[in-house]
């Protein structure tokens, strides 16, 4: 059983930046594939990243790439998204999950959830 709980989310400026954090408890974290996912409004929820249980792995949507970056410190059972240049096209609520599996992006495949954290980005 895992536990996942993210904050960081808030209300930017265009170009601005954001880091959302996702505190994990739980004894298998640093086994885990972890993966941030993001739900606008009348949307259907979308694959952000995701990173390795190492940390050596990542992989982006397109649309993000070269504009946020995903890391894991296992020691403090937490995982990252730095968020920068912003566009309003970002704003969404943002979803820290987590999978035993590796190499995924489907939703369905990923077995804990956070609560999900706002973020808006202001033209």
Same mark, same amino acid.
């Given at each position: 059983q895992v536990q996942l709980v993210e904050s960081g989310g808030g209300l930017v400026q265009a170009g601005g930046s954001l880091r959302l954090s996702c505190v994990a408890s739980g004894h298998t974290f640093s086994r885990y594939t972890?993966?941030?996912f993001r739900q606008a409004p009348g949307k259907e929820r979308e694959f952000v990243g995701r990173v390795s249980w190492s940390g050596g792995t990542t992989y982006? +949507? $397109?649309?993000? %790439?070269?504009?946020f970056t995903i890391? +894991? $410190?296992?020691? %403090?059972n937490t995982v990252y998204l730095q968020m920068n240049s912003l566009k309003p096209e970002d704003?969404?609520?943002?979803?820290?999950?987590?999978?035993?599996?590796?190499?995924?992006?489907?939703?369905?495949?990923?077995?804990?959830?956070?609560?999900?954290?706002?973020?808006?980005?202001?033209?």
């Open positions: 972890m993966a941030w982006y +949507r $397109d649309s993000v %790439k070269g504009r890391s +894991r $410190d296992n020691a %403090k704003t969404a609520v943002y979803y820290c999950a987590a999978s035993e599996r590796t190499f995924i992006t489907d939703s369905r495949l990923y077995d804990y959830w956070g609560q999900g954290t706002q973020v808006t980005v202001s033209s």
